[in-house]
């Protein structure tokens, strides 16, 4: 199939996922700072930081389907393509920085904070695979940013919007601070209303369709949980 993964996927992907990221970015916002505070702020708030994080990471994981949308959308050229292929693999390496976040998240309860602290110290820094994916966290949004803006896909605030991506911190157990709000709120300014435009694009969906994605939804949800 040419148009995978396909229209609804890329608008609901585009409208969806960076309202999710803005939303754990912001729901984390009164504790700003690195690992310590974090796993700190865990210990005072362990539910608003476990829902924090869980958007973020559902949102960055989520966002793929939207970025293969907006390169498929424009015009072919190496600088759309490559940030294309950046942005997803900085995608991937933030979704496993996600994962080493909620482990050391759970040491909290399962070791206490002081023992966590310094568990996450000592580890922190260890080389991993997706260390030389950093370079396409930081700059795959800016190069995509002005591929889309060359070819005519996105106009110039979105794309400058776009480009704030680059702002955002990378790494494991990372606070809100200005620059993440700016970034985060930046990529919904130039992507929710490009998604809304392409789920504007063709026909709605049968009326089926949408129980029967939230019935699938809460069924992965109960399977998930039983491990």
């Known amino acids: 199939m040419t148009d995978f993964p396909g229209r609804w996927a890329e608008g609901v992907s585009l409208v969806l996922a960076p309202v999710l990221m803005l939303a754990g970015v912001l729901l984390r916002v009164e504790y700003d700072g690195f690992f310590p505070a974090q796993l700190a702020a865990f210990a005072d708030a362990p539910t608003l930081m476990s829902a924090s994080y869980g958007c973020f990471a559902l949102g960055s994981v989520l966002l793929w389907p939207g970025v293969l949308g907006l390169v498929r959308r424009s015009p072919a050229s190496r600088l759309v393509l490559c940030g294309g292929v950046m ?14 976040s909620h482990l050391a998240l759970q040491l909290v309860d399962v070791q206490g904070l002081t023992s966590a602290q310094r568990a996450v110290a000592d580890a922190y820094g260890a080389f991993h695979v997706f260390q030389p994916f950093n370079m396409a966290v930081l700059f795959g949004w800016a190069v995509l940013a002005a591929g889309l803006w060359r070819a005519g896909t996105l ?8 480009g704030l991506m680059t702002a955002l911190p990378i790494g494991v157990l990372k606070g809100t601070g200005p620059m993440s709000v700016l970034a985060v709120a930046g990529l919904c300014v130039a992507l929710v209303p490009y998604g809304v435009r392409v789920l504007r694009a063709g026909p709605a969906p049968r009326w089926w369709a949408v129980p029967l994605a939230l019935a699938l939804g809460a069924g992965a949800v109960v399977l998930g949980s039983m491990g």
């Open 87 to 100: 942005v997803l693999c900085g995608l991937f390496a933030r979704a496993f920085h996600a994962g080493v």
């Open 155 to 162: 106009g110039l605030v979105p794309s400058v919007a776009l």
